[in-house]
C-alpha cells in the first residue's frame, strides 16, 4: 500500500478538530498540533480539545426555518464528529442545541486520541510551518498567538482585521432564589432534550430596569491597552453595558425582551427578562443569555445581584473580554481556503472571518475534506452556493463582494450563517394546500423551508459526487 505523506492541521478548536476527523475518516493521516496545556490562553480553561471558551450554545437546531439550524443538519449528513459530540451531551434549551461543555470537549478529545490515524502533538507551532509540511490547516482560532499572527500576515501581504469579543457569566444554580424566578422557554417551545421549561427567568418591572441600566452604564469597565483602543466590536456579540449605551431601550429588545414569558408570581406584565441557560448537564451551573460583559469583576458582581432573583448568586465564572483577529479573507483566500501567497496553506475556523462554534466547525469540515482530496489527487470543490455549507465559503473568499443577494457589502466583516447568503428560491407557491394566499411571515415561513429542502438535497449530491475515497 502506497504511504499517504500526514496532514497538519494547527488548532485544536471546533475548525481544528472537525478538520482531523473529516481528513483521517477519509484515510488521510493527520497530525493535530494543540499548544494548550504548554501554552496557555486568556479564555481557554482546559486543555480538552474542542473547548467552548464562551456561550454552550449552538444556537436554533431548526433547520427548515432557520440557517444556523440548516448548518447543524448539514454536518449532520456529512459525519461531523462535533455534531455527533453536541447531540449526544445536549441539554434543555428550548429551540437551541445547547451542550454540557465539559462532556462534549470530552468526547471529542477522546474520539480523536482513539482515531488510528490521528496523532495529538502539544506544543506551539508559533511561526509559518516548514517546507516539508506541504498540505497544512491552520486552525488557531480568533486567540491565533502574536508570533504566528504576525508570521501569517508578513507571508499574506495583508493587514488582519480584529474584533472584540466577550464572555458571558455562569452562576451556581443554587444560589439563584426560586421564590422570584420560574422555568419557561420563550413561547414555551420545546427543544433539543427540553420541554418547554429550559431556561430560568428573572423578571423586572420598570422601575428595576431603569436601575440596573443606570448601574451599567456607570460601572468601571476593564480598560484597554494602547493597541485595542480602535478595535471594533462584533455585532453579534457586544458587552451588554455597550448595548445600553445604544439607548436605554435597547436592552428591552435584545437578550432582556419579555415577549413570550409568563411570571407565574406576579399579575403584572414583565418589563424585562433576565434569562439563563442550562450549562452543564448536571444542571448545577446555568450562564445568562447575552450577557457577555466588559464590567471589572467586583462591578459584575454587585450590579448583575440587582436582578431579582440574582441577590445571593454564586458566580462559578464571571465575564470577560478578549481580543479576536481575523483574516482579510476575501483579499488573501482562493475559493479551496489556501493562501494565495502560500497554497500550502489552507485556513478554517474564526480566523477566517465565520462567525460562531457551528460556522467555525463548519468551515474545518471543508477544509479537512478539500485537503484530504488534495492529499489522495482527487479534485474536489466546495458545495455549491445553495447549501450553508457552500454559502459561507462564498463569502469569506469573496462572494460578499458582488452577490446581489447579500446587500452589496463593501467591506469584509465576521458573520454567522444566514438565509441572506443564500440565493432565494424563485418558485414560490401563491397559495397554501388549501387554497389560502400566502402572505407575510406564512410566505417568508415557506420560502426558508424551501431553500432549506434544495439545501440538503443539493449537499447530498455533492457528497455522492465528490466523494474523498483512498483507493
Request: net charge negative; proline share 5%.
Amino acid at each position: 500500500m502506497t504511504k499517504i505523506d500526514p496532514i497538519h492541521i494547527i488548532g485544536g478548536g471546533l475548525a481544528g478538530s472537525e478538520a482531523a476527523w473529516q481528513a483521517a475518516n477519509a484515510g488521510v493521516p493527520v497530525i493535530l498540533h494543540e499548544m494548550r496545556p504548554t501554552v496557555k490562553t486568556d479564555a481557554h480553561q482546559t486543555e480538552g480539545l474542542a473547548e467552548l471558551v464562551c456561550s454552550n450554545s449552538f444556537r436554533s437546531d431548526d433547520h427548515e426555518n432557520n440557517a444556523v439550524g440548516l448548518l447543524h443538519e448539514e454536518m449532520r449528513q456529512l459525519n461531523s464528529i462535533i455534531m455527533a459530540s453536541g447531540d449526544k451531551h445536549k441539554l434543555p434549551a428550548g429551540g437551541a442545541l445547547a451542550v454540557d461543555r465539559d462532556h462534549f470537549s470530552d468526547e471529542v478529545t477522546n474520539a480523536l486520541e482513539a482515531h488510528d490515524l490521528i496523532t495529538i502533538e502539544r506544543g506551539e507551532v508559533d511561526t509559518i510551518p516548514p517546507a516539508e509540511w506541504d498540505n497544512v490547516i491552520i486552525a488557531t482560532g480568533p486567540l491565533t498567538s502574536e508570533n504566528l499572527s504576525k508570521a501569517i500576515m508578513d507571508l499574506s501581504g495583508a493587514d488582519s482585521l480584529a474584533f472584540f469579543d466577550a464572555i458571558a457569566p455562569i452562576i451556581h444554580k443554587d444560589s439563584i432564589d426560586f421564590d422570584k424566578v420560574w422555568m419557561q422557554s420563550r413561547y414555551d417551545k420545546v427543544g433539543p432534550g427540553g420541554t418547554g421549561a429550559d431556561y430560568i427567568n428573572c423578571a423586572m418591572d420598570e422601575q428595576e430596569y431603569n436601575a440596573f441600566i443606570d448601574a451599567l452604564l456607570e460601572g468601571e469597565k476593564t480598560d484597554f491597552k494602547e493597541w485595542e483602543t480602535n478595535t471594533p466590536y462584533f455585532d453579534g456579540c457586544l458587552p451588554i453595558e455597550v448595548m445600553a449605551e445604544r439607548g436605554r431601550e435597547t436592552l428591552r429588545h435584545g437578550p432582556m425582551k419579555p415577549v413570550g414569558l409568563t411570571n407565574p408570581h406576579k399579575e403584572e406584565k414583565s418589563h424585562a427578562i433576565v434569562q439563563l441557560r442550562q450549562d452543564n448537564a448536571l444542571g448545577t451551573l446555568w450562564n445568562m443569555v447575552g450577557f457577555q460583559t466588559k464590567l471589572k469583576y467586583g462591578e459584575q458582581t454587585k450590579i448583575f445581584q440587582m436582578i431579582p432573583g440574582l441577590e445571593n448568586a454564586v458566580f462559578a465564572r464571571l465575564g470577560g473580554l478578549h481580543r479576536n483577529t481575523f483574516l482579510n479573507s476575501p483579499e488573501v483566500l482562493d475559493n479551496q481556503l489556501r493562501l494565495k501567497t502560500d497554497k500550502r496553506l489552507r485556513f478554517a475556523g474564526q480566523i477566517t472571518g465565520v462567525e460562531g462554534y457551528v460556522e467555525s466547525a463548519a468551515t474545518g469540515l471543508i477544509a479537512g475534506r478539500l485537503a484530504a482530496a488534495e492529499r489522495l489527487g482527487i479534485e474536489l470543490s466546495s458545495p455549491s452556493i445553495e447549501t450553508a455549507h457552500g454559502a459561507l465559503i462564498n463569502h469569506i473568499t469573496g462572494g460578499h463582494l458582488s452577490s446581489h443577494f447579500s446587500g452589496g457589502l463593501k467591506s469584509f466583516q465576521p458573520m454567522n450563517i444566514n438565509f441572506g447568503l443564500i440565493p432565494p428560491v424563485t418558485d414560490i407557491p401563491k397559495k397554501d394546500e388549501e387554497g389560502r394566499r400566502l402572505r407575510g411571515k406564512e410566505k417568508s415561513r415557506l420560502k426558508k423551508q424551501l431553500m432549506a429542502k434544495r439545501a440538503l438535497s443539493t449537499l447530498i449530491e455533492w457528497s455522492e459526487k465528490n466523494p474523498v475515497k483512498t483507493e
